[in-house]
């Protein structure tokens, strides 16, 4: 087979600094072409349904959790197959719900014997199968609906009819891998789409692998060369780029990339050294408050911490039991991916996770973020989420500098939550233009003035500068980082930095440290809330009053500073007005040639 002589180069492409490769690749693919693994060959292979029902039997959190799918797959059974309807650009919503019928109903069928699952599932994959094409300008649709017709295939395959498995075969390789040729930009996105398409992809040439075996091979070979830069995104420490939201989209993906492969091929090809991977685990269990609520920068969503596959899969590999977030008793499963959890984790005691002995976590890397708490919980604990990072990463706003800010179950500082893209495209607006002077920065949620973050001159930040993260540290009475925030504020001023500490584990304080050039600043110190301000103190002090309790805000400087509660404006005519959500701060001059050092604290109001 003259494709697998094209592997023996594989290993000088993709042996860098961050992709440790096995060095007998060629001679694993080799093999399996000449000693091909029947099906089921991906991820739950043959007899692989005896380890779920041994735990099934044994472990009540897993039993639990596979009660619920199967619960939920025989609700499918009387739902009509999906049909191809754009939303906007997108099928992506079509592609997310075939994946999770097809992923269950399969999922049951091998658990329980019960045909009936097997059926629904084909009559989903011929539907879909039949549609003219997986929406290819939009990738991530086709990453998810090869993936849902891939493991339907190869767990199906004996259930399938002749003409039944050409057909979805053949849509596989013409609607998933013949696209990829085409368009290789998806799989090589330095984000969550890398790992979400090239999921898809190197599921549907694992599936269909006999029908095309050269073909196979160089498709599996591409996707993992271009798979790197996604996994670099990890590095240094494990804080995701894109944020809480897009981890446990991209990761989950990443990880039935690295699973897929360790099923068919036995290696996992040196994913699991990339630097951060595994630290991502640690990352994740920290960027949640007390509150539950995620540090939801960017275009993360502002739900709660939930369990995830993905979560629990990286903590086992970890070895840090700490690391995940648990299940609750009562949680609903819904995540579409959600047997993963009972082929590679129903060993586990999902409930089991404790609160971890550590309590502060520190990402450099393009998003630099400081994740700290006083405790995991309790009334009193104080939490603290501070970034850096830049406008330019993917999904990113102008928030660097933004933070947030929960004592007990209530989230004082807040982020504004994203719209759905589509609802924001459908106004006619280019939300995925970045430049300088695109209207995506003015809008109110993508803007500087939404977030809590130092304003100066009303100027917006340099889409490229990025706040690095300049110093950590951790001492009984302060536990903080200090980010440079110089480049955001170019030709404004000399030098900028912020701090975040909470100090003596009672109150939090923002330090920022500015040096004006030859001309003066005016500063709008901002912050985002959800409830509503009220400036006391005859100007200086703001109080926020939410759940019964009080917070004072308080600025410390030597240039006054009048406390202000901001109206926000849209700009642009068809923007969303924001709801629910305050804006409020210090309004203040500093002089030509001087330093400012602002400090800013927000204390709890005993009895006010």
């Known amino acids: ?36 693994p029947p099906h089921p060959r991906l991820f739950l292979c043959e007899s692989g349904e005896d380890f779920i029902k041994k735990n099934i039997s044994k472990n009540p959190s897993a039993a639990n959790y596979h009660s619920q799918i199967i619960l939920a797959a025989k609700n499918m059974l009387s739902k009509p197959p999906c049909e191809r309807k754009l939303e906007g650009r997108r099928l992506l919503h079509v592609s997310n719900e075939v994946l999770k019928r097809v ?55 004996d259930q399938l009819d002749e003409d039944s498995k050409k057909l979805i075969s053949t849509a596989l390789l013409e609607k998933a891998m013949r696209e990829a040729d085409k368009n290789t930009a998806p799989l090589a996105a330095g984000n969550n789409w890398s790992s979400v398409c090239n999921a898809g992809i190197i599921c549907a ?38 944020g809480a939201s897009y981890w446990n989209y991209g990761t989950s993906f990443q990880l039935v990339i690295i699973k897929a492969l360790e099923s068919f091929a036995g290696e996992d090809f040196g994913y699991w050294d990339y630097p951060g991977f595994i630290a991502s685990a640690k990352y994740m269990r920290s960027i949640a408050g007390p509150t539950g609520y995620y540090f939801n920068y960017s275009d993360s969503g502002t739900g709660r911490s939930a369990f995830s596959f993905a979560h629990i899969l990286i903590s086992n590999k970890s070895g840090d039991a700490e690391s995940f977030t648990p299940l609750k008793r009562n949680e609903k499963i819904s995540e579409r991916l959600a047997p993963m959890t009972m082929i590679f984790a129903s060993d586990n005691n999902l409930y089991g996770a404790t609160p971890p002995k550590w309590k502060n976590f520190f990402g450099r890397g393009k998003s630099p973020v400081a994740l700290l708490r006083t405790d995991w919980e ?45 609802d924001i495209e459908s106004r006619n607006i280019k939300l995925w233009d970045m430049g300088q002077k695109s209207q995506r920065w003015k809008l109110l949620r993508y803007g500087n003035t939404s977030h809590s973050v130092l304003i100066a001159d009303g100027k917006d930040f340099p889409v490229g500068a990025s706040a690095t993260l300049k110093e950590t540290f951790e001492t009984p009475g302060k536990v903080g980082a200090i980010f440079d925030t110089t480049p955001l504020y170019r030709d404004i001023f000399k030098y900028a930095s912020r701090e975040g500490a909470i100090v003596d584990s009672s109150y939090l304080r923002i330090t920022d440290t500015v040096r004006t050039s030859d001309r003066p600043v005016n500063i709008r110190w901002n912050f985002c809330t959800q409830a509503e301000p009220q400036i006391i103190d005859d100007g200086k002090s703001i109080m926020l009053k939410k759940d019964g309790k009080s917070l004072i805000i308080k600025m410390d400087s030597i240039y006054p500073a009048k406390a202000k509660i901001y109206a926000p404006k849209l700009v642009i005519e068809n923007d969303i007005p924001i709801e629910g959500y305050y804006f409020a701060g210090f309004d203040l001059s500093v002089p030509p040639n001087a330093e400012a050092v602002l400090n800013v604290t927000f204390k709890p109001a005993i009895g006010k």
């Not at 095309?212 to 995104?233: D, F, G, V, W």
């Open 1 to 36: 087979m003259g494709g697998i002589k094209q592997l023996a180069g594989i290993f000088a492409i993709l042996a860098t600094p961050y992709f440790l490769l096995a060095a007998d690749f060629t001679d694993i693919f080799t093999g399996l072409s000449h000693n091909l």
């Open 103 to 157: 992923f269950y109903l399969s999922y049951a069928f091998r658990t329980t014997g019960d045909k009936r699952f097997a059926e629904r599932a084909k009559s989903e994959m011929i539907a879909a199968a039949k549609f003219p094409d997986w929406n290819p300008s939009h990738f991530l649709d086709v990453g998810e609906m090869a993936l849902a017709l891939s493991i339907g295939y190869d767990w199906l395959f």
């Open 205 to 242: 040439a694992i599936a269909t692998f006999e029908s095309h075996c050269e073909y196979a091979i160089s498709t599996i070979e591409r996707s993992i060369k271009l798979n790197r830069r996604a996994m670099e995104q990890y590095a240094p420490d494990g804080n995701y780029i894109e």
């Open 378 to 422: 309790g009334d009193s604990a104080i939490f603290l989420g501070m970034k850096g990072g830049s406008a330019s990463i993917p999904h990113a706003h102008m928030d660097a500098g933004t933070f947030v800010l929960d004592i007990g179950k209530t989230r004082w500082i807040c982020e504004i939550p994203p719209r759905p893209y589509n």
